[in-house]
């Protein structure tokens, strides 16, 4: 008997740590702020917004404190349609990360300050996955939780293998995190390979390829194709991998190709060039969002890679880690409609 509560809208569960983003202002370096910009992020979290605002039904589960920090940021989910029926409060603080805005030349940094959260604190058992994914269609998480710590790195694997089980799919995100990893004293290798082993979908290229199988030389320049099937013959579950391509004139200049590849061949979308960009921050976020949307919709390939890169695109010119960006809006992004919307 089909369930009278469920929505008849694909749902996405997101799995992974709120952030508050603290941002320096425009051409001044972090220890020279007066004032830091405060905005709510985290890799998942972004995706959230995304798929919430493409109409997707899209649920995030995480732990925050107990306190107004840890509100204001289920409280920014909220407002763009995201269910943070699973967003517990626990013991610990807010997680947190600091931006200083690259220029011309100056890339951007970031520092972050994590430990302790209430989400690097919880333990691998606080999450009853059979019941957090009742319902689900897909379970998205990223491979920035288990750089947090072995807590978070056993629930997401847990969150993986009990989706398989369900027969949900699942999207997994590299997001290799060199920060974090070296905090550890690992470079995490061995704990992501076990994460892409679960992953139907992944969001990856050659380096990260190049890490998780032990084979360094596939990172190297021209060798895209031969790392895409490694990893399609190393992970038998995985069905699509999707990355884009970057090419940076200046910090504010870049052109931008997305790419999709199946085990029947590779699609293509761009390349498009962006310039006086934004905020880069989210960017890959939007653009996992966008894939996941095609392929909901079963969009053809081309057209998911396309979607994906329009998603991405759109991004660069919205402040913050979010991009609730409409479909009509990254439809205009590709058809290259410049004109004022009036």
């Not at 749902?11 to 405060?38: K, N, T």
């Not at 209430?118 to 996955?129: E, H, K, Q, V």
Request: aromatic share 6%; charged share 20%; glycine share 12%.
């Amino acid at each position: 008997m089909l369930d009278p509560n469920r929505s008849t809208r694909p749902r996405v569960v997101c799995f992974g740590e709120l952030l508050l983003r603290l941002s320096a202002p425009e051409g001044r370096l972090l220890q020279h702020a007066a004032a830091l910009d405060l905005c709510v992020g985290g890799a998942e979290a972004n995706m959230a917004v995304s798929l919430a605002t493409l109409g997707h039904d899209a649920a995030m589960v995480s732990r925050v404190p107990g306190n107004a920090l840890g509100q204001a940021a289920v409280d920014a989910l909220r407002m763009h349609g995201v269910d943070v029926a699973n967003v517990a409060r626990a013991e610990g603080r807010m997680g947190l990360y600091f931006l200083t805005p690259g220029a011309v030349l100056r890339p951007s940094e970031i520092v972050y300050d994590r430990a302790g959260s209430a989400f690097a604190n919880a333990a691998p058992d606080a999450y009853d996955w059979n019941a957090l994914l009742r319902g689900a269609d897909w379970l998205h998480v990223s491979g920035i939780s288990p750089a947090v710590g072995d807590g978070p790195a056993r629930a997401v694997l847990e969150a993986m293998r009990t989706a398989r089980e369900l027969g949900i799919k699942i999207a997994f995100d590299g997001n290799y995190r060199a920060s974090l990893w070296a905090a550890r004293g690992d470079d995490g290798a061995a704990t992501l390979r076990a994460l892409f082993a679960q992953a139907d979908l992944a969001f990856a290229g050659a380096r990260d390829f190049a890490l998780v199988l032990g084979r360094p030389e596939l990172a190297d320049s021209g060798r895209e194709d031969e790392a895409i099937g490694a990893a399609f013959a190393a992970f038998p579950h995985l069905a699509w991998i999707a990355h884009t391509g970057r090419r940076q004139h200046g910090v504010g200049h870049h052109e931008l190709d997305a790419h999709l590849h199946t085990r029947d061949g590779a699609h293509t979308a761009g390349p498009c060039t962006l310039q006086h960009i934004v905020d880069r921050i989210g960017t890959g976020d939007a653009f996992a969002a966008g894939i996941l949307d095609g392929l909901l919709r079963g969009a053809a390939p081309d057209e998911v890679a396309a979607f994906g890169l329009g998603a991405a695109a759109m991004k660069h010119s919205i402040a913050g880690d979010f991009s609730p960006a409409s479909r009509a809006q990254i439809e205009a992004i590709m058809d290259g409609a410049l004109d004022v919307k009036r």
